[in-house]
């Protein structure tokens, strides 16, 4: 079974990151919730709608980018925007070439309007996705993995487009396994591990979830690590050069005068928050190996 | 874990996104537009142009051979006029082109039709535009069914204008030995290019069906070929002609009864009832095959 029992509750105006290793069921969720494919069991709503019984009203709300790029290699972006639009009978094919021409200009494409997509690169095609995607306005955008493939500035821009649709009122649930995408984009996130959701709350609350840790940056790694253990400081992990652990509740200045009292050489010395990664090791109990 | 709970999205109501005029425009539908897109995309490539100007060679090549050796070389029925009559042209290269080269077109526009845009990806994206399920199937066979008629035609066209330059042109005699008058013998010569167009959609829905099973374009016209060859080989084993008249292409050349006079049509019944049936059949197949089928391409 690749996912079981995933109730997401996406506020509107959010932009929301569903996020989990390469494997966790994320795109299998996407392509039930837009009735790509069936679950064995139960049911699946999108925008309140029964899934996939009311695709033919719901969808029209809903701009999605599915499993990277696929496209018509021998039509060219403009073309192709065009065939995707008129596959949907509610939009208007009077307004079809200047939506194509709009949409084409937000991601950056305009230039490329003309060209056969066999030419495009990677990331001129995943900007083509969105641009099918914005063809119309959507009350939802179901992004998967949008920055894949993407180069640096590439992905700047995405995120930046990401941010403005969703200050222009559209919702954005997006798919992603990078961790600094969800802390750049997105104000909400669910974590997917194994097939379960196992978390989702706002980004903020994530990250809260973890006590910041004790760091001490020294090259009397032994001496340090000794003297902690003896204050009481939990979970003490050693690497490159560094010494950290959980404080708890005792005031870190306490611990550097005993560092020092001990002549231990202290090159840095702070508490640190722990990254989103970290918040998410500790809920999957993974890395970005693939989940078995 | 036996089963899998729903999965569900669901946006508050009481917080309305706020929408514009596009929400007016929604309610109107545009039901023939995908139908309009799915000929584009069957016609919007080079690769269909050079099948049809290969088509088109057919009855070229047969007028200028007939041509150059200054007779039909004693070859019977429709061939044997050409010489004498440019319109027979037309008749002779439908005829010819019926076996092999008009199927072998459809095979593979049939068996690309699905099972294309699966291996592209593009399905997934044509499916949550959303297109329907049922709708882009049926746009998928109107298509096909347009284009068995192009295919057709383009051998009619190319015919005629190769039996008018290569060959006299007068009234048309008849398999019945009568003589009917030019534009009647070319009114029948476009009812015969109507038939064989009909011929042709048992086979590019059988051809659909198979593509709808599979993401490889090129096992789905393979399998279709390799279907149309089988049925060709039953249909000439005279010792199980008893499942004779239920094989796609047992009354094909019932066409030729057009030129009778009055024309005789039995035969032309049987095969338009015999192609009607195998369209039912494949396409109720290929719809309970897409309607069914997870996307996961």
Redesign the interface.
Known sequence: ?A???????????SVFGFLGPNGSGKTT?I??????????????????EPMPKA??AV??R?G?L???P??????SGR?NL????????????R?RKQRAAEALERVGLSAAAGKKVRAYSLGMRQRLAIA?ALM??R??LVLDEPTNGLDPQGTREVRALIRQLAED???V?TSTHLLAEVEQVCTHAAVMSRGRLVRQSTVPELRSELRPRLVVRTPDLDQAEATLARLGVTELRRQDGTVDGDPGERPIEEYAASLVGERVRIHGFGLERPSLEEAFVALTGEGFDVAE | MSRSEPAALDLPTEQPVEQPVVEEVRTRRYPLQLFRSELHLTFGRARIWMGLGVLAVVPIVIGVAIRLSGNSGGAEGFLGQVAGNGVFLVVAGLGLSMPFFLPTAVTVVSGESLAGEASLGTLRTVLTAPAGRSRLLAAKMVALAVFCVAATMTVWLSGLVAGVVLFPVGDVTTLSGTTVSLAEGLLRALGIAGLISASMLGLAAIGLFISSLTSTPLAAMAATFGGYVVLGILNSIPQIDVIHPWLLMNNWFSFADLMRDPPFWDNIGKNLALQGAYVVVFYAAAWARLTSRDISG
């Open positions: 079974m996912v079981d029992g995933i109730d997401l509750e996406v506020p509107a105006g969720t392509r039930m919730l837009l009735g790509l494919i069936a679950p064995t069991a139960g049911e699946v709503e999108l925008l309140g695709q033919l969808l029209p809903v999605a599915v499993e990277g696929a496209f018509y290699p021998f039509w073309a065009v065939r995707f639009d008129a596959a949907d009978r509610t939009s208007d094919p307004t099918v119309r306005r009350d939802l009122g559209t919702t649930f």
